[in-house]
């Protein structure tokens, strides 16, 4: 925790100096049993082309004292560069250092290509390809116990996204699949870091592929949205599906939202509820 507050201290007190223009963003989210989740990121659009944008986000999956030691936190900085006005290459990295015998590597590159500024009715609609690479090395089975050698492997995996914005309505969609894991996960081993698109809660599991969509009602105040997404546990033969829903206010450069994330880890057990605050202001 304690390098989570210097690196938003950084991004508050530093970042707004360096750039010609900048977004800082924060989410949390708490849930059940004392589930909490922070997520903080700052775009820094610079005057010769490129952006970066350094992010932060943490979890504990309860408030109780021992579990607060091993909470996770993950460190990530992209950058972008605007090669024409409608297309942007970028380049991922990220790093969740080993906590409750967890130990991530995640990298990977893009291309964001802008088809028009209005296409009949759409406007800016947009493809986003990715693909990357996240190294596991895991050191502890799902209940704690530590395991008797090392796991570790490698996901392969590509996305695709699209969004556009139809009259008043922003609407985007984005499919995930991993081409490929180095080793199978054995029994009882699961990913300590998964997030599902456009959600904030972070989930627990080795996915083998997810579809979201969201779309948002644009106003001059308020946004009303929501959120569904359909995705496989290695583990299970069955999709899992996760919903969310809120409303976003606009304050002039600033908004702020608030709603709810409903996650259903598995047939076998209870749906799991988050509530979630978010605040973005533009400098």
């Known amino acids: 925790m304690p390098r989570l507050k210097i690196v938003l201290t950084f991004v508050l007190l530093v970042c707004p100096w360096v750039v010609s223009y900048g977004q800082l963003h924060f989410a949390g989210v708490n849930g059940e049993r004392g589930y909490a989740a922070l997520r903080g990121s700052y775009r820094l659009d610079l005057d010769n082309g490129f952006i970066l944008t350094p992010a932060v986000g943490y979890y504990r999956m309860s408030d109780k004292e021992e579990d607060e030691a091993g909470a996770t936190t993950k460190f990530a900085l992209s950058a972008a560069y605007e090669i024409t006005d409608n297309l942007v290459a970028d380049v991922v990295g990220a790093y969740i250092p080993r906590r409750l015998g967890f130990e991530n590597w995640i990298y990977g590159a893009g291309l964001t290509y802008t088809l028009c500024y209005r296409c009949g009715p759409l406007k800016n609609p947009y493809i986003r390809a990715q693909g990357g690479q996240a190294l596991y090395d895991i050191t502890d089975d799902r209940a ?16 695709l996204e699209a969004g556009s914005e139809l009259g008043k309505f922003w609407l ?112």
């Open 144 to 159: 704690g116990q530590a395991l008797p050698s090392r796991f570790k492997t490698t996901a392969t995996a590509a996305s």
């Open 172 to 283: 985007q969609a984005r499919y995930d699949k991993v081409i490929k894991y180095t080793h199978k996960p054995p029994q009882g081993v699961t990913s300590n870091w998964t997030e599902i698109p456009y959600m904030t809660a972070v989930v627990q599991g080795f996915i083998s592929d997810m579809a979201a969509a969201r779309v948002a009602y644009r106003t001059r105040w308020i946004s009303p949205y929501a959120v569904y997404a359909r995705y496989k546990y290695l583990e299970y033969s069955d999709y899992t599906i996760s919903v969310a829903g809120g409303l976003a206010l606009h304050l002039g450069q600033a908004t702020i939202s608030g709603g709810v994330e409903i996650f259903e880890q598995n047939r076998q057990d209870h749906r799991k509820t988050y509530f979630f605050m978010s605040a973005s202001t533009e400098f």
